[in-house]
């Protein structure tokens, strides 16, 4: 069964309280090379069948209108996930 990835990101302006307590977390956990974290979203959308330019659309179209908070989030990926990572 294929799979849709859409990854969401808060815009650069946005503060990100809970990349900011990864961020500050990391050192005392021993990863020190490690200066920023953001921290995003990722949703899998499973599909019958092939992928579809059509299908790619829709998802696109529902990462922008339905994953994604426009006024806070890009949408930085919509891809199809290779079956070697889906397995991983």
Same mark, same amino acid.
């Given at each position: 069964?294929?799979?849709?990835?859409?990854?969401?990101?808060?815009?650069?302006?946005?503060?990100?309280? !809970?990349?900011? &307590?990864?961020?500050?977390?990391?050192?005392?956990?021993?990863?020190?090379?490690?200066? !920023?974290?953001?921290?995003?979203?990722?949703? $899998?959308?499973?599909?019958?069948?092939?992928?579809?330019? !059509?299908?790619? $659309? !829709? &998802?696109?179209?529902?990462?922008? $209108?339905?994953?994604?908070?426009?006024?806070? $989030?890009?949408?930085?990926?919509?891809?199809?996930?290779?079956?070697?990572? &889906?397995?991983?």
């Amino acid at each position: 069964m294929p799979t849709i990835v859409v990854d969401v990101m808060p815009k650069p302006e946005i503060l990100d309280p !809970q990349g900011k &307590a990864i961020a500050g977390a990391l050192p005392r956990l021993g990863f020190t090379a490690f200066e !920023q974290v953001r921290q995003g979203k990722r949703f $899998e959308l499973h599909v019958e069948g092939e992928v579809t330019d !059509q299908i790619l $659309e !829709q &998802a696109r179209t529902a990462a922008a $209108e339905l994953l994604s908070n426009p006024v806070i $989030e890009d949408v930085v990926n919509v891809a199809v996930l290779d079956e070697s990572e &889906a397995s991983a």
